[in-house]
């Protein structure tokens, strides 16, 4: 049974996700009558918030377009989403804008709901490999990252189901370290208990997750930062094949177009560079060489001599189209 309070401010967030509810479904959702319901909007109302009545057999409230509304009451995981977004905002927005924003959400927050905001703020690194982003962002489960993230922070031992790339699954069990967000996905480094060795998982990809009471146990991390080792992990996923070739710029010239993941540079010369590039083709190598806008000579292979030739027929293609 509800109490009034809590089933009124439950009202509220249904009219603040949905804009527009019927009468009749906001007395079901709440087992209550539609006169009870009347109430509850009257009760709103005295609080302050600005809502609207439809009149008719279609008849129901919503929330005035274009109000200012007192404080919302969010859920955890609608929280942790806000902060998450917002976070990912000051990257190329206001910044004083977006940390204002978040203070007043975190202001109004209990305190066990601010806390897992922190956790997830604390050990989540955010790594710049590719200003190049998928296309496709997979879906997050904004309450999974926060479990997962109190676990980095309290130093607890997780398991959890990992879906690979392939479409096979197994049961992990692992010593969380810190998340990391990159090319808009999430990725959890831990130490994989089983394989005796570091591991990244995709959290898009972690199901039956179960958190336990045992405490980590202390491993020695592979690499000098977590922004050097999860680049040079996922570069080894991503790069398929590799090349080496000579472009005729500086390395400064060149280092603005060639990511960390995709390749390293080193200078011949003032005026030419030698580039060790991979990507998932030989083609995908073709194409983005070609953004260096300087002349490119292949050292090796074969196979990318012969990629620049299909790119080039494709222009060629284009050119005398319409």
Known sequence: ??????????????????????????????????????????????LGYPIDTRFGVDGGYSIEPGSVLPPIFLSTDEALA??????????????????????KILASLPPRVRWVIDAVAKVTVDVPIDGVEPLISPMVDVG??????????????????????????????????ALVNTVRRWYLVAFDIDADDWRTYRVDRISEFAGTAMLIRAHVFP??????????????????????????????????????????????????????????SYDAIARWLLLLQADVEVIEPDGLRDAFGRVAEQAGRASLQG
């Open 223 to 280: 690499g000098p930062s977590i922004e050097e080792w999860i680049t040079r992990q996922l570069s080894a996923g991503w790069q398929q094949v590799t090349a080496t070739v000579r472009v005729h710029a500086s390395v400064e010239a060149v280092s603005r177009w060639v990511a960390p993941a995709w390749g390293a540079i080193e200078e011949e010369s003032p005026e030419t560079s030698i580039v060790r590039a991979g990507a998932d």
């Open 82 to 103: 806000c902060a998450l977004a917002l976070r990912r905002w000051t990257e190329d927005s206001d910044q004083t804008l977006a940390a204002s924003s978040l203070g």
């Open 1 to 46: 049974m509800w109490d009034t309070t809590s089933r009124t401010f439950e009202m509220l967030g249904m009219l603040q996700r949905n804009g527009f509810v019927a009468s009749d479904r906001l007395a079901s959702d709440l087992g209550v009558t539609t006169r009870t319901v009347r109430r509850d909007v009257a009760r709103l109302r005295d």
């Open 144 to 177: 999974l990252l926060g479990e997962l993230a109190r676990s980095c922070q309290l130093q607890r031992r997780v398991e959890f189901r990992h879906t690979q790339r392939n479409g096979e699954s197994r049961m992990r069990r692992v010593d969380p370290h």
